[in-house]
C-alpha cells in the first residue's frame, strides 16, 4: 500500500533527519510506529503525505510515485492527522466539511450525497451534539472526534496519524481508539499512527515498527516476544511483559 524506498531528507543542510529509510506498509492493516523523541517518525508521516518532500528516495501509494501526482489526487489517496494541529477558526461541522476539499471541482458547492456523508462522519465519531461550536470552544477530546470526523470524511484508502491520543484522558483514548480501529475493519482502510504509548501500540496494531536515529530499528508483531529485546535496547529501559487471557501482549516498565 505504502512504499518508502531509499528516503533521506534534512530541514538544514548537512543535518540528516532521515537517512536511507526503506519501509512497506501492508494494505488493510493498522502499522503503529514508536521510537524515542525526536527520531524521525512525524517526519516520516509528513514525508509519506507529501507535505515534506525527501531529497533521496521515491514513496508509492499503490504503483503510483507520490512525487508525480498533484496534491489533490494525494489527498484522494491520503489523509492525516497531525500533532498538535492548529485551531481553525471554524465551526466543527464546517471542518469536516472541509474534508471533501480533494473531491471538489473549483465553484461547485457540496453535492447532497457529500452532506450524507459529513452527517454520516459526525454521527460515527460522535461530533453531532456539538457541530455548531467554534473549534475554539471544544475541549481537546472534542477536538480529537472533530479531525476523526474529517478524516472519515476524507474518506482516502491511507490514513497517517500522528500521536492521535495525546492529552487526551483514558476513557476518550480508547473511545479515539476504537473510532481508528474502526475506520480498519468495518471501512478497510489502511492505517499508520505515530504513537508512544506502547501498549496502545500493542493493543491495536498489526505491526509495530521502531524508529532510531532517522532509520528502522525493528519490526515485530504485537505477539512477538523479541519486543521486550527491542525496546530494552532502544529505550534503555528494563522492561517485563505479561500476557491477559485474550493473550494480549503488554510491557511494563521495571524499576
Ligand atoms: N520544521 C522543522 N525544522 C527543523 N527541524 C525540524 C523540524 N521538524 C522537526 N525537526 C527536527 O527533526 C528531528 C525529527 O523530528 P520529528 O518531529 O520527526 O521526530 P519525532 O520522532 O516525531 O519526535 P517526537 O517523538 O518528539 O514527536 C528532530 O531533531 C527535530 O528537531
Known sequence: ????EGISYSYHKNRPV????????????????????????????KLASRLLKPQTGEIFIGEKNISHMSKRAVAREVSMLFQNSQIPDMTAQRVVMAARYPYQSSFAGYTKEEEEMSECAMELTGCKEFRHKNMAE????????????????????????????T?????????????????NKNR???????????NLALQYSDSLVLMN????YNIHTPDDDRILESIKSLFGIEVRNFRDNQNSFYCFAQN
Open 167 to 183: 492529552y487526551l484522558d483514558i476513557h476518550v483514548t480508547y473511545e479515539i481508539m476504537e473510532l481508528i480501529r474502526n475506520l
Open 138 to 165: 471544544l475541549s481537546g477530546g472534542e477536538r480529537q472526534r472533530v479531525f476523526l470526523s474529517m478524516i472519515y470524511n476524507q474518506d482516502t484508502p491511507l490514513i497517517l496519524l500522528d500521536e492521535p491520543t
Open 213 to 216: 536515529h532517522g532509520s528502522i
Open 1 to 4: 500500500m505504502l512504499k518508502m
Open 18 to 45: 532521515i537517512t536511507d529509510l526503506d519501509l512497506e506498509i501492508e494494505a488493510g492493516k493498522i502499522t503503529a510506529i514508536a521510537g524515542p523523541n525526536g527520531c524521525g517518525k512525524s517526519t516520516v508521516l
Open 188 to 198: 478497510k482502510k489502511t492505517i499508520v499512527m505515530v504513537l508512544h504509548d506502547l
